[in-house]
């Protein structure tokens, strides 16, 4: 349908810079809207959106189109940062990209283009929309190594009803080259990096700025002291680099000589422990069944139990087939017919079939 009022997302990147000019191209009348989400320390190496907004109002003149910016800051602290924060204080591992989508690039803005008079938004994820009998599906992008669908299965049927992701069908080599002879100022602009608000800083040194750090010991899961860690909330399950205790043989003390490396297996709350295990294929690193809270379905229907979907634990992974085993209004547990690597707390679990997304939860 040609004609619509479209608000697109426009981040300052290439993405959906050619998302905005897919859309002007098909007819419709396009208004860019750059989100401004965080404003501490927005002024460094890390994190500075005015060059961003730049870039976009670049694109936004280059294509022919108006564009507003908006600030959500106080929005994202209260719905996605403190959560973010209390999940790692209680030793979990976040994603803040997903809650993000949710509650801020699907809901806030959203809402905000609505008042705006549009029909629908659009932005520059690599992801697909499709309308079969009446209900709205989450599908992967084309290009698999860029799909997104992970970050966005908490999408309901009313955001997607209102939602497009033109570059769906495209691969990134494909969209740099439309900018490039649309010549578009960030054509060639690198993608962006890490966390939303955090970007490529020094993680651990981020996080020191907004929670105490509390030192503690680090365990062998057969008993032997091996060292200190920094605080629980600075290490992830499957981690191997930065836990200062190379040297160690498997079954001994630290002091004996070479051995495989070391990862971190589990976080011992009570006692403040991290508990590491040697070698990557470690039985305590694989598991074959997780539980998980929070579900949210796309279709707002449960998935079936005991048939074969496919499901990740992280966004990188490969698809591995499953089965969920049971699954309520409060979440599902999960039986995988391979073992799983670094299964992760505080992540989230997406389940698919074939190349649609039927959505998923938070590893409890």
Known sequence: ???QRIIVGMSGGVDS???ALL???QGHDVVGLFMKNWEDDDDDQYCNSRE???DAVSVADRIGIEIEAVNFSAEYKERVFTGFL???QSGRTPNPDILCNAEIKFKSFLEHAVNMGADCIATGHYAQVREADG??????AEDGTKDQSYFLHRLNQAQLSKTRFPLGNLYKREVREIARKAGLPNHDKKDSMGIC???ERPFREFLNRYLPADPGEIWTLDGHLAGRHMGLMFYTIGQRQGLGIGGMRRNSSPAEGDGDAWYVAAKDIPNNRLLVVQGHDHDALLKTSLTAIDANWISGTLPHCNWVYNAKTRYRQKDAPCTIARVDDRGCDIEFAEPQWAVTPGQSVVVYESRVCLGGGIIQ
């Open 1 to 3: 349908m040609t004609g």
């Open 17 to 19: 810079a050619v998302a």
């Open 23 to 25: 859309l002007k191209q």
């Open 52 to 54: 961003d907004l730049v």
């Open 86 to 88: 209390h999940e790692y």
């Open 135 to 140: 209900l709205f599906q989450l599908l992967k």
């Open 197 to 199: 608000f955090i970007g």
